[in-house]
């Protein structure tokens, strides 16, 4: 469930261009399946359930740190675009 929100939150900071060239549906099955596979991934590799909630933690601080902020670049790039700069 949680890949899910990440998936659409991930899909909406991807740019406009790429949607046009991929249609909508592929880029969000694309970035559901980006944020699934890390904990299966994980899963496969690792057998001690510590080391994956260590890891996938770590992961999932740091999309919380670097998510936003991207996020807020677009936005500002986005604005400049539409309303020039002020």
């Known amino acids: 469930m949680i ?9 909406l900071a991807v740019p406009d261009s790429v949607k046009r060239r991929i249609s909508h549906t592929t ?3 694309i970035a559901r399946i980006c ?3 890390p904990p299966i991934a994980l899963a496969a590799v690792f057998k001690k359930l510590d080391v994956i909630f260590s ?3 770590i992961f ?3 999309l ?3 998510m936003p ?3 807020n670049l677009l936005t500002i790039d986005y604005c ?3 309303y020039g700069k002020g």
């Not at 890949?3 to 899909?11: A, E, K, V, Y």
């Open 27 to 29: 880029v969000t099955g």
């Open 3 to 11: 890949c899910l929100t990440l998936g659409d939150n991930i899909t």
């Open 55 to 57: 890891v996938a933690g």
């Open 64 to 66: 919380q740190l670097t």
């Open 60 to 62: 999932g601080f740091t």
């Open 80 to 82: 400049e675009e539409t």
């Open 35 to 37: 944020c699934v596979l």
């Open 69 to 71: 902020c991207y996020l």
